[in-house]
């Protein structure tokens, strides 16, 4: 099964701070590479698929960068709205994963 | 408008059987495989089922192999998952999505809790 990690777990940021949070494939995958935003009680919401094709309606604040083996998820300028979890996810085989999490909360 | 609602969670023994069930709306569900993905509470994302447009396909997580069913009723435009020998560990809200070039859109989950 292909592992992800995703650092750090925790992150503490002002609004307007640029955020990033890194996924680490345990093997290639090219650029089968998701990243959704999760609010407590909610359901995951999509942000970027393809590790950089930005989710229609999606902040342009929000993007993807990387292939392979790793992945950066970049927030330019932190909103109240974006405290939450994040969370990456391989599609490149089966069975999917998602790295452990990333929670951003307000300093 | 696309939606996703699942039912059938519930407070269930251990060893007990559940079905879930997601009915989906706005959207040509044959076109799309469908999924299954889990949250334990306080826990993260964990994915547990797809199955292709015309069922061809199927795959389980390695922990639910054998005990979770995963079928779909295209002309009744559903999604399905038979959950038998229950466990504790299986405990969370169970969500379904679907998935074309990423997994875009999610239903608002159903909570399985497995409890004596």
């Known amino acids: 099964d292909i592992q992800l990690t995703q650092s750090p777990s925790f992150l503490s940021a002002s609004v307007g701070d640029r955020v990033t949070i890194t996924c680490r494939a345990s093997q290639g995958i090219s650029s089968y590479l998701a990243w959704y935003q999760q609010k407590p009680g909610k359901a995951p919401r999509l942000l970027i698929y393809?590790?950089?094709t930005l989710q229609s309606g999606v902040p342009s604040r929000f993007s993807g960068s990387g292939s392979g083996t790793e992945f950066t998820l970049a927030i330019s300028s932190l909103q109240p709205e974006d405290f939450a979890t994040y969370y990456c996810?391989?599609?490149?085989?089966?069975?999917?994963?998602f790295g452990q999490g990333t929670k951003v909360e307000i300093k | 408008e696309v939606q996703l609602v699942e039912s059938g969670g519930g407070l269930v023994k251990p060893g007990g059987s559940l079905r879930l069930s997601c009915a989906a709306s706005g959207f040509t569900f044959s076109n799309y495989i469908m999924n299954w993905v889990r949250q334990a509470p306080g826990k993260g994302l964990e994915w547990v089922s797809s199955i292709s447009s015309t069922s061809t396909y199927i795959y389980y997580a390695d922990s639910v192999r054998g005990r979770f069913t995963t079928s779909r009723d295209n002309a009744k435009n559903s999604l399905y998952l038979q959950m038998n020998s229950l466990r504790a560990e299986d405990t969370a809200v169970y969500y379904c999505?679907?998935?074309?070039?990423?997994?875009?859109?999610w239903g608002q989950g159903t909570l399985v809790t497995v409890s004596s």
């Open positions: 996810q391989q599609l490149n085989s089966y069975p999917w994963t």
């Open positions: 393809a590790a950089s």
């Open positions: 999505a679907r998935k074309y070039s990423s997994v875009d859109y």
